[in-house]
């Protein structure tokens, strides 16, 4: 069953450093989503992209963040000057399309400000 | 803002038993609702939905059931099994949005063998 990939499972980054995620979506998807997970709270909606360009944000989503789908098949999320508060686990997600489908998910990276 | 919640962080049941699980959310724009389960150090891995249209949807041991007036919904597994302890998150989404996933803070399954 194809899968959403993520690399790297984990990170470590000195605060104020930047640092991308990639990911690597379900081939024929057009929809694509970051989460993330803060450790002992929710998982959190960031942003969501559709035809090279962003859909929502929420409101964690701010100026430090940006999304970029590079080329056919990779989806980063890149982090310009990373904080303390940015450790957290971080979700990929695809979709065909939209209505009655359910996202598929990555494994996560693992991002560890210092 | 807690537009989806889960009140039990934990929930322990007997092999062979039927665990429930239950959720309530607070927008009333929610028409599409998920279930899924996640293990440590793993993604969220989808189990099963329903459409705002539906009152229940069945998949196998796992069965979901949408009370809409009382914005309710539980996740029935029948019979549990010890593979099934996990963390089980609901998620909402709305059509009037890129249909991002609203969460519950999940409830922690054990099914004791």
């Known amino acids: ?114 | 803002d807690q537009q989806v919640k889960q009140n039990s962080p934990s929930l322990s049941v007997q092999e062979g038993r039927i665990s429930i699980l239950n959720c309530d959310y607070t927008n009333s724009m929610f028409d599409y609702f998920l279930w899924y389960k996640k293990y440590p150090a793993e993604g969220p891995t989808f189990l099963i939905s329903i459409s705002s249209i539906k009152d229940k949807n069945e998949d196998g041991r796992f069965t979901v059931f949408l009370n809409k007036s009382a914005k309710h919904l539980s996740l029935h597994i029948v019979p549990s099994q010890p593979g099934d302890s996990a963390v089980y998150f609901c998620a909402a989404s709305a059509s009037n949005s890129a249909r991002q996933l609203t969460f519950g803070s999940g409830t922690q399954l054990t099914v004791l063998p």
């Open chain 1, 1 to 114: 069953e194809p899968e959403v990939t993520q690399t790297p499972s984990h990170q470590v980054t000195q605060m104020g450093q930047e640092v991308i995620l990639r990911c690597v979506p379900i081939s024929n998807h057009l929809y694509f989503y970051w989460y993330r997970q803060i450790l002992g709270q929710k998982v959190e909606f960031l942003v969501s992209f559709y035809n090279n360009e962003i859909s929502e944000k929420s409101e964690i989503f701010d100026d430090q963040f940006s999304v970029e789908r590079p080329d056919g098949s990779n989806f980063t999320l890149k982090i310009r000057s990373t904080k303390l508060e940015d450790s957290a686990m971080y979700f990929c997600a695809s979709i065909f399309r939209q209505g009655g489908q359910p996202q598929h998910f990555g494994d996560g990276t693992r991002l560890s400000i210092l």
